[in-house]
């Protein structure tokens, strides 16, 4: 259902459950334990993919039906979408950089996953949105707080209010994916961005993702934790070679 790849600071997560990637409370299980071995693994950078046709169709539509159809469905829902939200906070907060490669639908649950993440890539043909208004429900793992954030609230009404799925490439131009290209394109993207990242400084970039995380917290200091993280970083050996590496005189 999900296998990982470690290749040196980069590990690649795929998700392969038949057809759609559907997300239930196995597949939410498997990605926990999934989690668990990237912690023990410390990459730098975490790429999330799929080798479906979609990245992942969202909640399991018999899952959801079974809800509606069953004594204390109501409740069965809402501890569901509950473990939902542990499931993405905790991707949110992984001590790695994510990046979520969307090369099909990333629809409901699927693209809350996605939003859960650094970083994202489309291709052009992938379709992306949080249509839960079409069945009476709302994106409620995540859906309705990241992507406001994301994109800002205008473009987060048009698409959960409009129930509207839009293509790789206006996500790229309404700020829900980084980068958009053609599907033959996503591997050497894939590729170029993880590489690049996986060449910076890991203490750096955890230390970063940290003070952005602070500047979409309310309760949070961020200036203060922008004077708070160099004091680790300068004391760690990393940051000494490259700063030195830096500055060494250079061969003419």
Same mark, same amino acid.
């Not at 490439?169 to 050497?188: C, I, K, M, S, T």
């Given at each position: ?56 169709? &969202?909640?399991?539509?018999? *899952? /959801?039906? @079974?809800?509606?159809?069953?004594? %204390?469905?109501? !409740?069965?829902? $809402?501890?569901? =979408? ?71 609230? &205008?473009?987060?009404?048009? *698409? /959960?209010? @409009?129930?509207?799925?839009?293509? %790789?490439?206006? !996500?790229?131009? $309404?700020?829900? =994916? ?75």
């Amino acid at each position: 259902m999900i296998t990982l790849k470690h290749d040196g600071a980069i590990t690649t997560l795929l998700m392969s459950r038949p057809p759609v990637n559907a997300i239930d409370p196995a597949f939410v299980l498997a990605f926990h334990k999934a989690l668990d071995q990237i912690e023990q693994a410390k990459p730098t950078i975490v790429v999330i993919r799929s080798d479906q046709k979609c990245f992942s169709a &969202g909640a399991d539509l018999a *899952l /959801i039906q @079974g809800f509606f159809s069953q004594a %204390g469905g109501t !409740a069965g829902m $809402v501890a569901y =979408v509950k473990t939902l939200h542990t499931l993405f906070d905790r991707l949110e907060k992984l001590e790695a950089i994510t990046l979520a490669a969307i090369s099909g639908p990333a629809l409901g649950g699927g693209l809350e996953l996605a939003l859960a993440c650094d970083l994202r890539i489309a291709t052009h043909a992938a379709k992306l949105g949080l249509p839960e208004t079409r069945i009476g429900m709302i994106p409620g793992a995540g859906g309705t707080q990241r992507l406001p954030r994301l994109c800002g609230p &205008g473009i987060a009404a048009r *698409l /959960i209010l @409009g129930a509207e799925v839009i293509d %790789g490439a206006e !996500a790229a131009r $309404v700020g829900l =994916v980084q980068w958009a290209v053609e599907p033959v394109e996503l591997d050497v993207k894939i590729d170029e961005v993880a590489s690049r990242v996986a060449g910076l400084s890991r203490p750096a970039l955890l230390a970063s993702k940290d003070c952005l995380a602070a500047a979409l917290n309310p309760a949070a200091d961020g200036y203060a934790r922008e004077i708070e993280q160099p004091l680790t970083l300068m004391e760690t050996p990393e940051a000494r070679e490259r700063i030195a590496a830096f500055f060494a005189p250079k061969p003419n």
